[in-house]
């Protein structure tokens, strides 16, 4: 049997990796620091900063309001490069714009607004806490019931808790395609399927999908989509967010902000709002130049890596830290609280232990090994296919079990600081 255990294994598959050499288009500050929270805040590509430069210096600073031609397509041009390689958009179905929870928003109410004779949300208790809330808030403003599903902390939501959820009531279906907590991945076209059987929109966040597994919105036909850039897409702090909205729906929905940005014609300063009767008529006010370029950067690297090869090394990267802590950790106390199946899960894997939350901080002051801490007692480690090595993976279990060993997180036990 090969030895899975051995270092040598990890070295192996790393020398027959074939987004080995993705690892450079990155920054590496320190070679040491073995980072795992790619799936909170992506690595910076070495190719942004040269392209912020540019937009800096030569299309704010030199060219000045006139790169405003340029800078007007930039929430199509970008979110048709998401569409297409990540999300199996077509062309003019997404944009990219605004925050994830706004898109949210914008859409739920959109959709909300097309089905006015229905008085239920369904969505599930463990969806990521902005989604939960924008879903409470429309709810709250309108006078909606919202359904929650009770979901596996480890497996999500089970299609047929979610199927037994639905009825002619149901205006809007709402969940992750990948759990943010536990990395379940949910079946986006069999959802879809039962949604639409009852005659109801779809709403997916896609925040810890997109980049990690192929997304195949226009053939399950996904009605409306968003998700956030700034993690495996690696647009930077903050990055503008995407959202999609399948074709033949655009001309129907109206989003609640009636901004210039979706008007027709928008420099005509007509009277009235008349909306675009495109995906356009999804934005709002001026994009954020400096955000749209790191997007584009980020998502055109990803389209280089080819979202099947990054998919297919996403499941082995996991399925290695999989095997490890069966084999290391398991008898210090952790247990694999993701699915085991790596066709389940995206791109992360959650640990849970006692003491989680002395062991994340420990990790990263003691040992180098950045992941993140999700309550109440998970330890969660993102190995982003794009830049992360199976040694990276080796190497992050190892100096985590002789950390344990040694009790080195003994002292980090204490109060939580604000950001985990
Ligand atoms: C990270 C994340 C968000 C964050 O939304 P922002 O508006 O960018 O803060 C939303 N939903 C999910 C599922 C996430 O993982």
């Keep these: 049997m090969e030895q899975v255990l051995e270092r040598a294994h990890a070295q192996r598959l790393d020398g027959a990796d074939p987004l080995a050499s993705f690892r450079d288009r990155v920054v590496i500050a320190d070679p040491d620091l073995i980072y795992l929270d790619g799936n909170s805040l992506g690595r910076l590509p070495t190719s942004t900063g040269e392209r912020l430069r540019a937009v800096v210096a030569g299309e704010w600073g030199a060219a000045l309001v006139g790169s405003w031609k340029d800078w007007i397509e930039l929430p199509s041009r970008v979110g048709d490069v998401i569409g ?29 607004d097309a089905r006015p004779d229905r008085r239920v949300i369904v969505t599930d208790d463990d969806n990521f806490p902005t989604d939960r809330y924008v879903l409470d808030g429309l709810a ?127 420099f005509a300063m007509g009277e009235h709002y008349d909306p675009e009767p495109d995906v356009r008529s999804t934005l709002t006010g001026t994009p954020a130049v400096l955000g749209l370029a790191a997007v584009d950067e980020g998502a055109r690297l990803l389209a280089d890596a080819g979202i099947d090869r990054l998919r297919a090394k996403g499941m082995a990267l996991t399925s290695l830290l999989c095997e490890l802590t069966d084999a290391w950790l398991a008898p210090l106390g952790f247990t694999v609280v993701s699915p085991r199946d790596p066709a389940l899960r995206g791109s992360h894997l959650t640990l849970h232990h006692e003491q989680a939350w002395a062991i994340c901080r420990a990790l990263a002051a003691e040992a180098a090994v950045v992941g993140d801490y999700r309550e109440p007692d998970r330890l969660r480690l993102g190995p982003a296919p794009l830049y992360t090595r199976f040694v990276d993976v080796w190497d992050a279990a190892d100096r985590l079990r002789r950390l344990i060993a040694a009790g080195g997180h003994l002292p980090y036990a204490g109060p939580r600081t604000r950001v985990t």
Aim: proline share 4%.
């Design 84 to 112: 297409e390689h990540l999300l199996g958009a077509l062309p003019g179905e997404v944009v990219v714009s605004d925050s994830t929870t706004v898109n949210l928003y914008k859409l739920a109410a959109a959709a909300l």
């Design 140 to 266: 709250a403003a309108r006078g909606l019931e919202i359904r929650t599903v009770t979901a596996d902390p480890t497996h999500g939501p089970s299609l047929a808790d979610i199927a037994g959820a639905l009825d002619t009531d149901v205006a809007l279906v709402s969940f992750s395609h990948v759990a943010y907590r536990s990395g379940a991945l949910l079946d986006l076209a069999a959802v879809t399927a039962a949604a639409h059987e009852v005659g109801a929109l779809t709403l997916w966040d896609l925040s810890h999908a997109a980049g990690s597994v192929p997304v195949a919105l226009n053939s399950a036909g996904a009605d409306l989509a968003v998700g956030c850039t700034y993690k495996y897409l690696s647009g930077g702090p903050g990055a503008p967010a995407f959202l999609y909205v399948r074709r033949d729906l655009q001309a129907q929905l109206r989003q609640p902000i009636w901004g210039w940005f979706g008007q027709r014609n928008q």
